[in-house]
Protein backbone atom coordinates (compact mmCIF):
# COMPACT_ATOMS: atom_id res chain seq x y z
CA UNK A 1 0.00 0.00 0.00
CA UNK A 2 0.88 3.61 0.11
CA UNK A 3 3.08 4.70 2.24
CA UNK A 4 3.20 7.71 4.59
CA UNK A 5 6.21 8.66 6.48
CA UNK A 6 6.41 11.13 9.40
CA UNK A 7 9.81 12.67 11.18
CA UNK A 8 10.71 12.58 13.85
CA UNK A 9 9.23 9.03 15.38
CA UNK A 10 9.81 10.93 19.11
CA UNK A 11 11.04 14.28 20.39
CA UNK A 12 11.41 15.62 23.34
CA UNK A 13 11.43 19.29 24.10
CA UNK A 14 11.67 22.28 26.81
CA UNK A 15 8.18 24.22 27.43
CA UNK A 16 7.96 27.33 26.12
CA UNK A 17 10.07 25.89 22.98
CA UNK A 18 8.31 24.70 19.37
CA UNK A 19 8.37 21.91 17.84
CA UNK A 20 7.41 20.87 14.17
CA UNK A 21 6.38 17.46 12.91
CA UNK A 22 6.80 16.52 9.10
CA UNK A 23 4.44 14.14 6.71
CA UNK A 24 5.29 13.05 3.96
CA UNK A 25 3.39 10.73 1.15
CA UNK A 26 6.14 9.17 -0.20
CA UNK A 27 4.50 7.36 -3.27
CA UNK A 28 1.64 9.51 -4.26
CA UNK A 29 -0.21 12.79 -4.14
CA UNK A 30 -1.89 13.87 -1.36
CA UNK A 31 -4.28 16.79 -1.52
CA UNK A 32 -6.01 16.56 1.99
CA UNK A 33 -4.33 15.06 4.76
CA UNK A 34 -5.41 14.67 8.51
CA UNK A 35 -3.83 15.39 12.27
CA UNK A 36 -4.91 13.40 14.60
CA UNK A 37 -3.44 13.76 18.75
CA UNK A 38 -3.82 10.57 20.93
CA UNK A 39 -3.26 10.55 24.22
CA UNK A 40 -2.21 6.99 26.54
CA UNK A 41 -5.02 4.65 26.32
CA UNK A 42 -7.46 6.79 24.43
CA UNK A 43 -8.46 6.48 20.70
CA UNK A 44 -7.17 9.15 17.96
CA UNK A 45 -8.61 12.25 18.24
CA UNK A 46 -8.85 14.45 15.07
CA UNK A 47 -7.38 17.71 15.38
CA UNK A 48 -7.24 18.97 11.71
CA UNK A 49 -7.67 18.45 8.04
CA UNK A 50 -4.92 19.97 5.83
CA UNK A 51 -5.54 20.69 2.13
CA UNK A 52 -2.96 21.41 0.25
CA UNK A 53 -2.64 25.71 -1.00
CA UNK A 54 -5.42 26.40 1.70
CA UNK A 55 -5.77 27.07 5.07
CA UNK A 56 -6.33 24.11 7.44
CA UNK A 57 -9.44 23.32 9.11
CA UNK A 58 -9.20 22.75 12.68
CA UNK A 59 -11.86 20.80 14.76
CA UNK A 60 -13.72 22.31 17.43
CA UNK A 61 -11.64 22.91 20.36
CA UNK A 62 -8.18 22.81 18.90
CA UNK A 63 -6.29 26.39 18.94
CA UNK A 64 -4.97 27.12 15.42
CA UNK A 65 -2.38 29.27 16.43
CA UNK A 66 -1.09 27.12 18.85
CA UNK A 67 -1.14 24.22 16.19
CA UNK A 68 0.04 25.30 13.31
CA UNK A 69 -0.35 23.47 9.99
CA UNK A 70 0.99 24.00 6.46
CA UNK A 71 0.51 21.97 3.64
CA UNK A 72 2.90 23.51 0.88
CA UNK A 73 3.18 20.37 -1.21
CA UNK A 74 1.04 17.76 -2.77
CA UNK A 75 3.72 15.06 -0.99
CA UNK A 76 3.84 17.60 2.27
CA UNK A 77 2.25 18.84 5.26
CA UNK A 78 3.93 20.06 8.82
CA UNK A 79 2.13 20.58 12.19
CA UNK A 80 3.94 22.85 14.58
CA UNK A 81 3.12 23.13 18.14
CA UNK A 82 4.18 26.76 19.30
CA UNK A 83 5.49 27.73 22.59
CA UNK A 84 4.84 23.55 24.07
CA UNK A 85 4.01 22.95 27.46
CA UNK A 86 3.54 19.93 29.09
CA UNK A 87 -0.12 19.39 28.58
CA UNK A 88 0.53 19.08 25.08
CA UNK A 89 2.81 15.74 25.02
CA UNK A 90 1.04 13.38 23.50
CA UNK A 91 1.63 11.37 20.45
CA UNK A 92 0.77 13.08 17.06
CA UNK A 93 -0.13 10.83 14.06
CA UNK A 94 -0.60 12.16 10.33
CA UNK A 95 -2.82 10.54 8.07
CA UNK A 96 -3.40 11.07 4.01
CA UNK A 97 -5.55 9.70 1.43
CA UNK A 98 -4.33 7.81 -1.81
CA UNK A 99 -6.61 8.02 -4.57
CA UNK A 100 -5.68 5.33 -6.71
CA UNK A 101 -5.38 2.95 -3.66
CA UNK A 102 -9.28 3.32 -3.31
CA UNK A 103 -10.12 5.78 -1.19
CA UNK A 104 -8.00 4.29 1.84
CA UNK A 105 -6.27 7.01 4.32
CA UNK A 106 -2.70 5.87 5.25
CA UNK A 107 -1.21 6.92 8.33
CA UNK A 108 2.32 7.59 9.53
CA UNK A 109 4.20 5.88 12.44
CA UNK A 110 3.57 8.74 14.79
CA UNK A 111 5.68 11.30 16.66
CA UNK A 112 6.07 10.82 20.01
CA UNK A 113 6.24 14.41 21.68
CA UNK A 114 7.29 14.60 25.18
CA UNK A 115 6.93 18.45 26.90
CA UNK A 116 9.59 18.91 29.98
CA UNK B 1 -18.94 12.21 17.25
CA UNK B 2 -18.48 8.30 16.23
CA UNK B 3 -21.26 6.48 14.41
CA UNK B 4 -20.51 2.74 15.27
CA UNK B 5 -20.23 0.72 18.26
CA UNK B 6 -17.84 -2.08 18.91
CA UNK B 7 -17.25 -4.39 22.54
CA UNK B 8 -14.66 -3.28 24.38
CA UNK B 9 -12.26 -6.31 24.44
CA UNK B 10 -11.79 -9.63 22.32
CA UNK B 11 -9.86 -12.61 23.28
CA UNK B 12 -8.97 -15.39 20.65
CA UNK B 13 -6.68 -18.62 20.35
CA UNK B 14 -3.84 -18.34 18.74
CA UNK B 15 -4.78 -20.23 14.97
CA UNK B 16 -8.72 -19.49 15.17
CA UNK B 17 -10.76 -17.30 13.54
CA UNK B 18 -11.85 -13.70 15.14
CA UNK B 19 -14.74 -12.46 14.42
CA UNK B 20 -14.75 -8.78 15.27
CA UNK B 21 -18.46 -7.39 15.08
CA UNK B 22 -19.31 -4.03 14.70
CA UNK B 23 -22.69 -2.08 14.96
CA UNK B 24 -23.45 0.76 12.59
CA UNK B 25 -27.39 0.64 12.73
CA UNK B 26 -27.65 4.83 11.50
CA UNK B 27 -24.84 4.27 8.74
CA UNK B 28 -26.64 6.58 5.59
CA UNK B 29 -26.59 4.98 2.23
CA UNK B 30 -23.13 6.58 0.93
CA UNK B 31 -21.02 5.40 3.80
CA UNK B 32 -18.19 2.55 3.45
CA UNK B 33 -17.38 0.85 6.31
CA UNK B 34 -13.46 0.93 7.20
CA UNK B 35 -11.71 -1.62 9.15
CA UNK B 36 -8.58 -0.16 10.68
CA UNK B 37 -6.38 -1.71 13.44
CA UNK B 38 -3.44 -0.14 15.78
CA UNK B 39 -0.51 -1.99 17.39
CA UNK B 40 0.84 0.02 20.55
CA UNK B 41 2.91 3.03 19.82
CA UNK B 42 2.51 2.74 16.05
CA UNK B 43 -0.18 4.09 13.48
CA UNK B 44 -3.19 2.60 12.32
CA UNK B 45 -3.07 0.06 9.46
CA UNK B 46 -5.71 -0.33 7.01
CA UNK B 47 -7.50 -3.58 6.70
CA UNK B 48 -10.58 -3.58 4.69
CA UNK B 49 -13.40 -1.13 3.50
CA UNK B 50 -16.65 -2.26 2.36
CA UNK B 51 -19.80 -0.80 1.08
CA UNK B 52 -22.81 -3.58 0.88
CA UNK B 53 -20.98 -6.71 -0.85
CA UNK B 54 -18.92 -8.84 1.23
CA UNK B 55 -14.59 -8.40 0.97
CA UNK B 56 -11.97 -10.11 0.99
CA UNK B 57 -8.30 -9.50 0.92
CA UNK B 58 -5.09 -11.03 1.89
CA UNK B 59 -5.67 -9.92 5.37
CA UNK B 60 -9.44 -10.55 6.38
CA UNK B 61 -12.66 -10.67 5.72
CA UNK B 62 -15.65 -8.09 5.86
CA UNK B 63 -19.18 -9.14 6.06
CA UNK B 64 -21.84 -6.69 6.05
CA UNK B 65 -25.51 -7.76 6.86
CA UNK B 66 -27.99 -6.89 3.99
CA UNK B 67 -29.45 -3.97 6.07
CA UNK B 68 -26.14 -2.82 6.40
CA UNK B 69 -26.30 -1.87 10.16
CA UNK B 70 -23.83 -4.09 11.05
CA UNK B 71 -21.01 -5.90 10.34
CA UNK B 72 -17.71 -8.63 10.88
CA UNK B 73 -13.80 -8.78 10.50
CA UNK B 74 -13.07 -11.62 10.54
CA UNK B 75 -9.40 -12.61 10.81
CA UNK B 76 -9.14 -16.27 9.35
CA UNK B 77 -6.40 -17.64 11.17
CA UNK B 78 -5.28 -15.01 14.30
CA UNK B 79 -1.85 -14.93 15.22
CA UNK B 80 0.10 -13.31 18.11
CA UNK B 81 0.43 -10.51 15.78
CA UNK B 82 -2.82 -9.80 15.28
CA UNK B 83 -3.44 -8.82 18.71
CA UNK B 84 -4.04 -4.96 18.78
CA UNK B 85 -6.90 -2.41 18.81
CA UNK B 86 -9.30 -2.95 15.94
CA UNK B 87 -11.42 0.10 14.91
CA UNK B 88 -14.44 -0.24 12.70
CA UNK B 89 -15.43 3.29 11.04
CA UNK B 90 -18.19 4.70 8.71
CA UNK B 91 -17.09 7.23 6.59
CA UNK B 92 -18.49 8.54 2.95
CA UNK B 93 -16.55 8.72 -0.01
CA UNK B 94 -15.98 11.93 -1.76
CA UNK B 95 -12.59 12.57 -3.40
CA UNK B 96 -10.70 11.62 -0.63
CA UNK B 97 -11.39 14.66 1.53
CA UNK B 98 -13.24 13.14 4.09
CA UNK B 99 -12.30 12.65 7.50
CA UNK B 100 -12.31 9.21 9.75
CA UNK B 101 -13.68 9.44 13.38
CA UNK B 102 -12.60 7.24 15.70
CA UNK B 103 -14.64 5.59 17.92
CA UNK B 104 -12.90 3.29 21.44
CA UNK B 105 -11.92 0.67 19.15
CA UNK B 106 -11.90 -3.27 20.40
CA UNK B 107 -9.02 -4.55 21.49
CA UNK B 108 -7.88 -8.38 20.61
CA UNK B 109 -5.92 -9.97 22.72
CA UNK B 110 -4.77 -13.01 20.93
CA UNK B 111 -3.66 -16.14 23.27
CA UNK B 112 -1.17 -18.76 22.73
Known amino acids: GAVVSQHPSWVICKSGTSVKIECRSLDFQATTMFWYRQFPKQSLMLMAT?????????EQGVEKDKFLINHASLTLSTLTVTSAHPEDSSFYIC????????????FGSGTQLSVL | DAKTTQPPSMDCAEGRAANLPCNHS???????VYWYRQIHSQGPQYIIHGLKNNETNEMASLIITEDRKSSTLILPHATLRDTAVYYCIVRPLQGGSEKLVFGKGMKLTVNP
Open chain 1, 95 to 106: SASAFYEGEKLF
Open chain 2, 26 to 32: TISGNEY
Open chain 1, 50 to 58: SNEGSKATY
